[in-house]
């Protein structure tokens, strides 16, 4: 009976058993476990949401039009993420956008040319022109927040305020100077980040981008276990062993594509080198809600040409025209940093009202009857932590853009973040699931960890 015993133990302890075995269906996951079955090789995707995407989700409207919740842009140069949207049967289509944003406050538009605009304009430009070198390390201390407190006028704050915010989903009060000019430099410039034509919100997929991870997912079938949210991870001379929250899987190799913050709830024996560690203790997710509102269709287009703003009064956020080919309407916003917190003490209605509320002057109260509203608090998501991406904390050069993915042992690293190219965005994704499947195909042909 104690011989009996002990196999049954060994046996829940190896539990299920794969080759490889990768953390988080996100678009990073899902495609090098797509490449490494290419090779032939056996996956398990491991995901602790009862869907996979991670930080992309699509959803139907009632209207029978597909929106993106999550990440969902196309941006100048991704040609990876254009490519698997072409590949996967979806339709890329431009985004309507005008040469620049109406920037409003409340009722009142501010003119291109008006003291505020002029003044924050010129703040961007110094960003742009001094993020071309590498910022001084006495930066790493000082915030955004503090470093905007010196622009002139109390609007061109604001303004900056809500630009930044909105790009990085930062608390400006804990993001660094140091780590906002890295980023923009590591992205090209505050111009690519900012564009729409020509920058990172180029294009649009008019199935959603959320539809790619579905279908990437449905693809890989029985491989992707939901509700699986790996607890630790044991390695040892001949491979690893994940235990989840429903059973543990035996791999030889594990890639691990969630974003730091979100590995850190894993406990590691042996525990992982002081490097990862810090990088883990020293990034935080940022803070981002979003919501869509549709319409029958885009009205807008009809009597103001565009739907593209800056909202300044509260909750300040951005708007744009995401209305896909033939319609119906769609108006996407984001309010992202400490802002996006202060709508969670708000129901859905008074959320709405409060976005929708500041539309009315600029386009009419037909704004605020939309035939469907769909919305989505990114940090309040427990198994994300937050959007866009991982940020590094005041302090510290750890978790600037691309993060370090050298591998530990068995241990291969993937995500976004980790991408040398538009790191934080769905083509970072892409690239990293790529190249990390290269990387453990190459260590299971060598044999050895």
Same mark, same amino acid.
């Given at each position: 009976?104690?011989?009996e015993?002990?196999?049954?133990?060994?046996?829940?302890e190896?539990?299920?058993?794969t080759?490889?075995?990768?953390?988080?269906?996100?678009m990073?996951g899902?495609?090098a476990?797509?490449?490494l +079955?290419?090779? *032939?090789?056996?996956?398990? &995707?491991l995901?602790s !949401?009862?869907?996979?995407g991670?930080? $992309?989700m @699509?959803? =139907?409207?009632?209207l029978?039009?597909?929106l993106?919740?999550?990440?969902?842009?196309v941006?100048?140069?991704?040609?990876?993420?254009?490519?698997?949207?072409?590949?996967?049967?979806?339709?890329?289509f431009p985004?309507?956008?005008?040469?620049?944003?109406?920037?409003?406050?409340?009722?009142r538009?501010?003119?291109?040319?008006?003291?505020?605009v002029?003044?924050?304009n010129?703040v961007l430009?110094?960003?742009?022109?001094?993020a071309?070198?590498?910022a001084?390390?006495?930066?790493?201390?000082?915030?955004?927040?503090a470093?905007?407190?010196?622009?002139?006028g109390?609007?061109?704050? +604001?303004?900056? *305020?809500?630009l930044v915010? &909105?790009?990085?989903? !930062?608390d400006?009060?804990?993001?660094? $100077?140091? @780590?906002? =000019?890295?980023?923009v430099?590591?992205?090209?410039?505050?111009?690519?980040?900012?564009s729409t034509?020509g920058?990172?919100?180029?294009?649009?997929?008019?199935?959603?981008?959320?539809?790619?991870t579905e279908?990437?997912?449905a693809d890989?079938?029985e491989?992707?276990l939901t509700g699986?949210?790996?607890?630790?991870?044991?390695?040892?001379?001949?491979?690893?062993?994940?235990?989840?929250?429903?059973g543990a899987?035996?791999a030889?190799?594990a890639?691990?594509?969630?974003?730091p913050?979100?590995?850190?709830?894993?406990?590691?024996?042996?525990?992982l080198p002081p490097?990862?560690?810090?990088l883990e203790?020293?990034?935080?997710?940022?803070?981002v809600?979003? !919501?869509?509102?549709?319409?029958?269709?885009?009205?807008?287009?009809?009597?103001?040409?565009?739907?593209e703003?800056?909202?300044?009064?509260?909750p300040?956020?951005a708007?744009?025209?995401?209305t896909p080919p033939?319609?119906?309407?769609?108006?996407?916003?984001?309010?992202?940093?400490?802002?996006?917190?202060?709508?969670d003490?708000m129901?859905?209605?008074?959320r709405r009202q409060?976005?929708?509320?500041?539309?009315v002057?600029?386009?009419?109260?037909?704004?605020?009857?939309?035939?469907d509203?769909?919305?989505?608090?990114?940090h309040l998501?427990?198994?994300?932590?937050?959007?866009y991406?991982?940020?590094?904390?005041?302090g510290?050069?750890?978790?600037?853009?691309p993060?370090?993915?050298?591998?530990v042992?068995a241990?291969?690293?993937g995500?976004?973040?980790t991408?040398?190219?538009?790191?934080?965005?769905?083509?970072?994704a892409?690239?990293s699931?790529?190249?990390?499947?290269?990387?453990?195909?190459?260590?299971l042909?060598r044999g050895?960890?």
């Amino acid at each position: 009976m104690s011989g009996e015993r002990d196999g049954a133990d060994a046996h829940e302890e190896r539990g299920t058993e794969t080759t490889v075995a990768v953390v988080g269906a996100g678009m990073s996951g899902l495609v090098a476990a797509r490449e490494l +079955r290419r090779e *032939d090789i056996d996956v398990l &995707v491991l995901e602790s !949401a009862d869907r996979p995407g991670g930080r $992309m989700m @699509a959803d =139907t409207s009632v209207l029978g039009s597909r929106l993106d919740l999550g990440g969902q842009w196309v941006g100048h140069g991704h040609h990876r993420f254009a490519s698997l949207a072409a590949e996967l049967g979806t339709e890329l289509f431009p985004m309507r956008t005008p040469k620049r944003p109406c920037f409003v406050d409340g009722p009142r538009r501010l003119s291109p040319m008006s003291p505020t605009v002029l003044a924050a304009n010129a703040v961007l430009l110094a960003w742009e022109l001094r993020a071309k070198r590498p910022a001084p390390e006495k930066w790493a201390a000082r915030t955004v927040e503090a470093w905007l407190r010196r622009v002139p006028g109390r609007r061109a704050r +604001r303004l900056l *305020d809500v630009l930044v915010s &909105v790009t990085t989903t !930062a608390d400006l009060d804990r993001y660094s $100077m140091h @780590a906002f =000019t890295e980023a923009v430099r590591h992205q090209g410039g505050l111009a690519a980040m900012l564009s729409t034509s020509g920058g990172a919100q180029e294009k649009l997929i008019a199935e959603g981008a959320g539809t790619l991870t579905e279908r990437l997912a449905a693809d890989l079938g029985e491989r992707v276990l939901t509700g699986r949210r790996v607890t630790s991870i044991h390695q040892d001379d001949h491979g690893v062993t994940l235990r989840t929250t429903a059973g543990a899987v035996r791999a030889a190799r594990a890639i691990i594509t969630v974003p730091p913050p979100m590995s850190a709830r894993i406990s590691y024996d042996p525990p992982l080198p002081p490097s990862r560690t810090l990088l883990e203790r020293h990034t935080s997710m940022g803070s981002v809600y979003k !919501a869509i509102a549709v319409y029958e269709h885009p009205f807008w287009r009809q009597r103001k040409g565009h739907a593209e703003f800056i909202l300044l009064a509260h909750p300040g956020g951005a708007v744009f025209d995401t209305t896909p080919p033939g319609g119906p309407g769609h108006l996407c916003f984001l309010v992202a940093g400490a802002e996006a917190r202060t709508l969670d003490g708000m129901d859905s209605a008074g959320r709405r009202q409060a976005l929708l509320g500041q539309l009315v002057p600029h386009l009419g109260p037909q704004v605020l009857a939309p035939a469907d509203w769909h919305e989505k608090s990114w940090h309040l998501d427990e198994n994300v932590g937050g959007g866009y991406t991982a940020l590094a904390i005041p302090g510290t050069t750890d978790g600037y853009l691309p993060m370090p993915s050298q591998p530990v042992g068995a241990l291969h690293w993937g995500g976004t973040e980790t991408a040398n190219e538009h790191a934080g965005y769905i083509e970072g994704a892409i690239e990293s699931g790529e190249r990390v499947a290269r990387e453990v195909l190459r260590s299971l042909q060598r044999g050895t960890p």
